[in-house]
């Protein structure tokens, strides 16, 4: 029997309610394994700060999948912690890389300083000045960064491919 779940205070009940927990689980997982693997590649004077916001990032993220909505309680404020580190803590998170890799690689550095402002602007509009539209500014927030982690992953691995093929050739 699936899982009662709770929203805005009102009751549903969702039937891919795992799913979706085990997907923030997975991510959270992933985003630290790719913080670590790429950890070696983040200039110095910056590692210090993207480091530990990965860490935050991908915590949030694990509790947010370990400790579903509810009303009230212990789980409730889990999932509350874990959403401010994987929301608020994503935006900053791209912040700080984006001013990290402004030296080196400023297309990036622009790409994920225009990400962090949406993903900041869109936890700021759902906490602060938006709460009848939580759900959407959220996921405006959320997203950005989803989006950034898809164009850089995908802009990597076609600078490997070219790179490949320039060496093949040269």
Known sequence: MPETQYWAGQESVSTRHAVMNA???????RALLAGVVLAPFVPLRGRWAVLPLVLAYSVGLVIVGSFPSATGGLRETMHGIGAWLGVIGGGVLLL???ITLARRHAVLATVTGVCAAIALGGGWLAVWRAPEHFGLYERIAVDAVIGWQVLTGAALLMSRRRNSAALRQG
Not at 23 to 29: A, K, L, P, R, Y
């Open 23 to 29: 997907t923030f689980i997975g991510s959270g997982v």
């Open 96 to 98: 700080s890389i984006a």
